[in-house]
Every structure is written in C-alpha cells, then in structure tokens.
C-alpha cells in the first residue's frame, strides 16, 4: 500500500476521531429476531383453536426489515404481553357429567359453549347449572345431568315421569314418593340407564276389616284386597265374600266388610194352570155352554237357593225348575142353535114373576144346599130331562126360560109349590 493512500485511510480515521461524540455517526449491527416459540395450547375444542389462531397472527412480525428493525427489547415486552394474553384467557373449571367429575383447561366464553366443545348435548329434560347462557370464569363448577324416563305405577296409577337421579332411591326422593314400608318391584339401590326404567311402588296404606262383629286395621303395601285380607289373618270359607271385589287396589283408610254366607236348597212344587178348549156345537142353543172335560192343573217343581249374609236372610233365588206334570186343558161344547121363540101352552105365563119369586131373578142363583139353581131353581136331573146341558145356572136366561116353560106343559106349576101361583098374576 503506497504512503498515500494510508495517509488518505488515516486521515480519514484521524478527522472522524476530532469530531464531537455527537456528531459521530452510529453504527448498528443488523438483529434478526427468530419467531416466538409456539406456546402449547391444550385441546379444547374449536374456540381454542379459533383464539390461538388469532393470537399467532398477531404475533407473527410484518416482514423481515421489520424484525431487523425493531429493537430487541420492544420484541421481548411484546412477547412477554401476548404470552400473558393467552395465559389470561385459559380458564380452569370443574366439569361434573351426572356425579363423575373432572377438572379441565377451557378457552370457552359460556357454559353452552363449553358444553359443545366438550360434545355433550342436552335435552329438555336434562338439568345443567349454571344455566346454558351464563358466562364462564376460572374456579366455576358445572353440573349436567341428563333425564332419565321412568315408567312409574304407583298404587295402581301409571304414568310417565322423567328424573335426573341415577338410582332409585334418588328418584323416589326427586318425585317425592314416600318409599318406608313401600314395595318396590326394583331394588332401592338399583342404578336408573339413560334409557330409563319400569318401576312399580305400592307405598304402606292403612285399610281396615269388619269381620265378625270385630275390627283389624292393618298397615300393608299388598296389590289386593284379598292379600290384605291375608295379612289380617281373616279367612273366608264356602261362600264368604267382601263388600268390595278381592281382585281391587287397597285404598289407604278404605273399610272392607266380610261377609259371611250360608246358603241351602229348597225345592217347592207349584201348579201350572190348564187352558180351556171350547169347540163349537151346533146341537145346543146358542148361549149353552156344556163341560165335556174337566181341567187338570199340571205341576212344576221349582228349586230355590237359600241363603243368609251374616245371619240375615236373604230373598230366595231361583235355580231351577222341571215340571213334573202336563196340565190337561178344560174342553167346553158352546151351543150355537137358535132357541125357540114360543112354547105352546106356557107363552102367555108370568114368568119374570116366578123368577122374581125363586131366585131374585138371578140366572146364576145356586141354592145354599148347592142343589137348586138358575131363575126357577132345576136340580141337575130335571135339567137334562128337559134336554139341558150341564146345570141350569150355567146356561142363558132365555135358555133357562125355555126349559121351564117346557117343564110347565109337562107338569103344570107343581115344581114351584110355593112361587108357581105368580105365573096367573
């Protein structure tokens, strides 16, 4: 190198060292500033993934001349603040999913939120507190826990109700069912599915009986009146009953009475009633009526069951009948000739005075001997002597009339000692 030019290099070294410090032009090193290291972000769910997105976008320097640029310190502080940011948003909670909990790291703003990260649906019968739309913040415990259907009888009544226990017990005390003494066709203990259960409880009841001059109250959870029938130690024989069906649901404070039957068999014969047949015969005058046959009432016999409800008697009721006899009807000749108009000899006679003075004009009349009958009083032999049939005070007046008349030729008024003088007025 020539003297010259290392003049030339220590003057300009020499005239820079003359001036003033803060004149002296300052000289800085380029800084190349790698990237932030990625902070680990737990798993939870899209809103995480969606704010740590953000966060490395904010994070991440415009450009090269940019990172050269910026002072090292202002990159630290700016480091330092996102990290606290991200730290800040990160809430701790304690999760508990129908009794089973756990404690989890979350970037959600609300429960709903939370809820659907975690991939847990609710339903209308389900139970989370606190409520779907309240906010979340670090320390918060939330409970879900989801319905279960049950199918419950109780005592007697079914219905359809939802719980959110997962036991028995628990339900029964969620529903408010009184379960001491109860009977359960499930055991207390026994867990309750999602899917839900039967279950039938017949809860303590207090039903009494009234059974032979005696009352027992008994305290019972049976299905049936006669299981509480049981219980109380009653027994009914032959054809004892009670009040109320043994098959019907025991109701709490219900009275039941027994009762006891006896019962027998009575049979009793009774007559069946003949008809009467009458044939039409036109060799008698009409208004003549002749028994050809006499009726003969039949007979049934009738069985009866007796029987008494707790020593009264009850009205007999009827079992059967067989009838024994036919009945033989009553046949009857009813006359159908015209009579006669005149009886030569005896038209001219006062015969309504004769009647009048025999029967009291009653064609009917029976003497008290029960001999004589009719208007003018013929015994049964005169009568079919004179072509009667049967007795005269079966027969028409005018038939009767007739006959007398006829007697009257024969014998004058000698048949009448004592009224025959009416005839000549």
């Not at 969606?50 to 502080?77: C, I, M, N, S, Y």
């Not at 004592?418 to 000549?424: D, E, I, N, T």
Request: charged share 25%; proline share 7%; with cysteine.
């Amino acid at each position: 190198m020539s003297t010259s030019q290392g003049s030339h290099r220590a003057g300009r070294r020499g005239a820079a060292a003359t001036l003033p410090l803060h004149e002296q032009p300052t000289q800085i090193a380029p800084l190349i500033v790698p990237p932030p290291a990625p902070v680990p972000v737990p798993p939870q769910g899209r809103a995480a993934a969606r704010r740590g997105a953000r966060r490395r976008k904010a994070a991440r320097p415009a450009g090269d001349g940019l990172r050269r640029l910026v002072p090292q310190a202002l990159v630290v502080a700016f480091l330092a603040g996102g990290t606290s940011a991200f730290v800040a948003d990160d809430k701790a909670v304690r999760l508990s999913v129908d009794g089973v909990p756990r404690t989890l790291h979350t970037f959600s703003d609300d429960v709903r939120e939370l809820l659907a990260d975690e991939g847990l649906e609710i339903g209308e019968h389900d139970l989370v507190a606190p409520a779907p739309g309240e906010p979340l913040a670090s320390g918060d415990e939330i409970v879900l826990r989801y319905g279960r259907p049950v199918s419950l009888t109780l005592d007697g009544y079914r219905r359809q109700v939802w719980t959110t226990a997962d036991t028995v017990d628990g339900a029964l005390r969620q529903l408010g069912v009184r379960a001491e003494g109860a009977y359960l066709s499930v055991s207390r203990s026994a867990a309750i599915s999602r899917t839900g259960l039967a279950l039938d409880v017949r809860t303590e009841r207090a039903v009494t009986f009234l059974a032979d001059g005696r009352e027992r109250t008994v305290r019972t959870n049976a299905a049936t009146v006669a299981e509480a029938l049981d219980e109380a130690g009653i027994t009914l024989g032959g054809e004892d009953t009670t009040s109320v069906p043994g098959e019907t649901f025991p109701r709490d404070g219900q009275t039941v009475t027994v009762l006891r039957i006896t019962g027998s068999t009575q049979t009793r014969e009774e007559a069946v009633p003949y008809a009467v047949e009458r044939v039409r015969d036109p060799a008698l005058f009409a208004g003549t009526e002749v028994v050809e046959r006499q009726g003969v009432p039949g007979l049934r016999r009738i069985t009866y069951h007796l029987r008494s409800v707790n020593g009264v008697r009850q009205k007999p009721r009827r079992t059967g009948e067989e009838l024994v006899r036919e009945p033989v009807s009553r046949k009857v000749r009813v006359g159908t000739r015209a009579l006669p108009t005149s009886v030569a000899g005896a038209d001219g006679l006062d015969w309504g005075a004769l009647a009048a003075c025999e029967s009291g004009g009653r064609p009917n009349a029976v003497d008290p001997s029960g001999t004589y009958g009719g208007l003018y009083q013929f015994d049964p032999g005169t009568w079919r002597s004179l072509g009667g049939s049967g007795v005269a005070q079966d027969a028409p007046a005018a038939e009767q009339t007739f006959r007398a008349k006829k007697l009257y030729v024969q014998r004058g008024a000698g048949p009448w000692p004592h009224c025959g003088r009416r005839l000549f007025g």
